[in-house]
């Protein structure tokens, strides 16, 4: 009797796990990426670097900054050194930016590599 009661509990146990893992296969991903706006630069972070190395914006027009992390990639900021700006997950903000070359770091330590987790802002 008790090998028959075993045997519907592990048969149950198989069907609710199937179940979930289609369930949660079929769910969106969190980070959904919507489309990039024309006037928007968006900044991905993963585990210790930027999704470029570079970035290349135009000096005196208005830009959307918007930083993601990376699904899997860690927690991490972004802040833009000689600016206010300074972004978590999510986040946006506006900014018009002189010509120069402008630093970007990881905002929120983040590891071992977090000192490397940079790139370069480019205003022409």
């Known amino acids: 009797m008790h090998k028959w009661i075993m045997l519907a509990l592990v048969i149950a146990a198989s069907v609710m796990a199937v179940v979930f893992s289609i369930t949660e296969a079929m769910k969106e991903p969190e980070h959904a990426e919507e489309p990039v706006a024309e006037n928007e630069l968006r900044i991905t972070g993963t585990n210790f670097e930027f999704d ?8 005196g027009e208005e830009v959307v900054l918007s930083y993601r992390n990376a ?6 900021g972004m802040a833009i050194n000689g600016t206010d ?3 978590k997950d999510g986040e946006s903000a506006n ?9 970007i770091i990881c ?10 987790m940079t790139a370069k802002l480019i205003v022409e």
């Open 52 to 59: 470029q190395a570079e970035y290349h914006i135009t000096a």
């Open 71 to 76: 699904l899997g990639g860690g927690i991490h």
């Open 85 to 87: 700006i300074n972004l």
């Open 95 to 103: 900014y018009t930016f002189e010509p120069g070359v402008y630093d």
């Open 107 to 116: 905002s929120i330590m983040c590891g071992e590599g977090h000192t490397e």
